[in-house]
């Protein structure tokens, strides 16, 4: 897990001890953390694969 993921953890554990968030809301919070780390990855690896680039496009913006 990368930091900003560890973040997204350890704010909302906070926010439980403290009382500015309820069970419901923490279990939301910490399943969005972990399902957004775990696609983070696959899906920059998809958008910067070769097949995405057109070879005659010096910008570098999405072939269509």
Known sequence: MNTRGLT?????SIGVQTGLMNQ???TLVVVMALVTTTMAAPLLSLLHSPEAFDEDNPAGTLAG
């Open 8 to 12: 997204e953890l350890v704010v909302p």
């Open 24 to 26: 419901q809301l923490y």
